[in-house]
């Protein structure tokens, strides 16, 4: 499992890190400078960190 956070989300970066605690296997990534809009406004490392994670899962 995949969690992508903002770094300046309306939801703190602490609570997806909850999350990741809570889950088994999940792997957190922040992306700095981003909002809660992160394929938006951070498109090209939003794109990156999902391609490098289905690359590491062999699908």
Known sequence: TLIVAAEHDYTPVSL???YV???P???LVVI???RHATPLDQPEQ???TL???IAGTGV
């Open 16 to 18: 997806k890190e909850a």
């Open 51 to 53: 391609l490098e994670f």
């Open 46 to 48: 939003f794109n990156r």
């Open 25 to 27: 296997n999940a792997q």
């Open 32 to 34: 700095n400078d981003s």
């Open 21 to 23: 605690k809570s889950l």
